[in-house]
């Protein structure tokens, strides 16, 4: 079978990781501890990630982006992560904020929206979270109402990554409420739209960096083009967009799980105790053995996730959600132990391990729950729609 394709990310990947970590070892990691320290936006990581193309490497060339696939955008989104997790939010959001465009949208608010990403006037957020609507996101309260030739928003979005630094926002509305899920309807607002406001940031256990606010909307008005697809079709589009977005949080996962082994290994070689590195004790090889298996484990099926979401293939589903659930379950393993491997000092904010596992947390909760994730796995498996490989 000597022409079995190899299962390995291609020249062109390995390139661009190599890239994505040269500007992170540059412009990322010096920054990460302040920047978690200080609850402050990475100012420094977007400014480096947007200048070399990679704040939202997924958007198309027609629209002059980077036109990187999907396993491309997740070893970017995976740098990233590895060096800061709150960083990582610049192009993972960017993709969740603007992938209802480019999967609903017409040509016209395609090329208006996708065009200004790419060219760094603003990023995406993804609004779709409310009070009352998390894992049951069909329960949307937000209204908006034609008028003439407007749509008029009223209502609240909570837990909304990188609220108030992005310009532009996928909003997901109820436009039909007799219809529930197939009466909502998605629409981009803007940033400077009147009578769009923010809550204060929420002070969070961690990825700091990326602000987490509320976001308001007093009477809205926006032009009827600004509808992503047709009346009605919003919450189909918006779990299209998670079933690939939820690959990026695999690979966010899999980055500061990474990160975190690279630490401790580095530590365990260091630091001696009675007389020789405490890499010498066969107790915490077995540790950092099993940290390895699960990263690549959760490597590989993220990568095998991202060719599902590249090809549009029909178990995408599936994959997208496993990929999800498995890569963070590892990913807070993997750092809890790292925090282990390096005892007091882990515990401690001098070192970078205590802030990786209070970053990975947030990966088995936002984009669906780990829980929620289940749920989509078992009835996937139950329809027969797991691929036969």
């Known amino acids: 079978m000597s022409d079995f394709p190899l299962y390995a990310p291609s020249e062109e990947h390995q390139a661009i990781r190599e890239a994505v970590r040269a500007i992170c070892d540059d412009k990322v990691a010096p920054y990460a501890a302040d920047v978690d320290e200080n609850a402050r936006y990475p100012q420094e990581a977007h400014d480096a990630l947007q200048a070399a193309d990679f704040h939202a490497p997924h958007v198309p060339e027609e629209y002059g982006g980077a036109g990187a696939d999907a396993l491309a955008t997740c070893i970017v989104i995976e740098e990233v992560a590895r060096a800061c997790v709150s ?10 904020g603007s992938l209802p465009v480019q999967i609903g949208g017409g040509e016209e608010i395609k090329k208006k929206y996708l065009t200004k990403l790419a060219a760094g006037e603003g990023g995406f957020s993804y609004c779709l979270s409310e009070p009352d609507a998390g894992s049951d996101a069909a329960n949307q309260k937000t209204r908006a109402v034609r008028d003439g ?15 108030g630094v992005s310009e532009y926002y996928t909003v997901l509305a109820m436009t039909d409420p007799e219809k529930r899920s197939r009466g909502i309807s998605a629409f981009v607002v803007e940033k400077s739209d009147e009578g ?194």
Do not use: C
């Open 87 to 96: 960083s990582s939010l610049i192009p993972a959001v960017n993709k969740l």
């Open 149 to 163: 030739d407007s749509w008029v928003l009223n209502g609240v979005k909570r837990w909304i990554t990188n609220a």
């Open 196 to 389: 769009v406001s923010f809550g204060a940031p929420e002070k969070k256990l961690g990825i700091k960096g990326s602000p987490t606010r509320e976001v308001y909307f007093d009477n809205v008005r926006i032009p009827e083009d600004r509808i992503i697809g047709a009346e009605g079709e919003g919450f189909e589009i918006a779990m299209k967009t998670l079933d690939h977005t939820r690959v990026t949080i695999a690979a966010q996962a899999v980055g500061v799980a990474q990160g975190a082994l690279d630490y401790a290994l580095g530590y365990a070689q260091e630091r001696t105790q009675f007389g020789r590195p405490i890499a010498d004790n066969q107790g915490l090889q077995f540790l950092l053995a099993d940290m390895g298996m699960k990263i690549e484990a959760a490597r590989q099926m993220t990568y095998a996730a991202a060719g599902k979401s590249e090809r549009g293939d029909a178990d995408l589903t599936f994959f997208g959600a496993a990929a999800k659930a498995f890569a963070s379950d590892v990913a807070m393993q993997v750092t809890t132990d790292a925090v282990q491997v390096l005892g007091g000092y882990g515990y401690t904010r001098d070192y970078p391990v205590e802030r990786m596992m209070r970053d990975a947390k947030i990966t088995q909760i936002y984009e669906g729950t780990n829980q929620v994730q289940r749920i989509v796995i078992a009835r996937q498996l139950l329809a027969g729609v797991q691929s036969q490989i």
